[in-house]
């Protein structure tokens, strides 16, 4: 099984920063995208921000300029800074594992974290 757990949610005041982490475990192939989705009160589930295993990245109009995703093997990193009240939301770690050419019976396809919930006060 592959598991994904979201760290560093919390409190934050406006204008302020949070670090979020999500760390990938278990036996898989290949991570080749992660990242962030979010499910803001009364609306849908949005993506916030994604990064591919060669470095490319997406990142939502809404958040940029303040968010950097970065990532290394197994976990995916979120920095947010110039908090606003609207950011508030359920922030969920997003991943989709490549199917192993060689053994394609090992687990693929997207996985999804539990989320971490993230208020900014104001």
């Known amino acids: 099984q592959v598991r994904l757990m979201e760290f560093g949610g919390g409190l934050a005041q406006p204008g302020g920063s949070l670090r979020l982490s999500c760390q990938a475990s278990g036996t898989y192939f290949r991570i080749d995208t992660m990242g962030w989705y979010r499910l803001r009160p009364g609306k849908p589930r949005e ?3 994604l990064i591919t295993d060669d ?3 997406n990142v939502a109009d809404a958040v940029k300029g303040r968010f950097t995703i970065s990532r290394d093997v197994t976990t ?3 920095e947010m ?3 606003k009240p609207e950011d508030t939301a359920v922030y969920y770690c997003y991943a989709h594992v490549a199917e192993d050419p060689v053994m394609p019976w090992r687990e693929h396809g997207e996985v999804w974290g539990p989320g971490t919930m993230v208020t900014v006060s104001s």
């Open 47 to 49: 993506p916030v921000t």
């Open 76 to 78: 995916v990193y979120l």
């Open 55 to 57: 470095g490319r990245t």
């Open 81 to 83: 800074n110039g908090l």
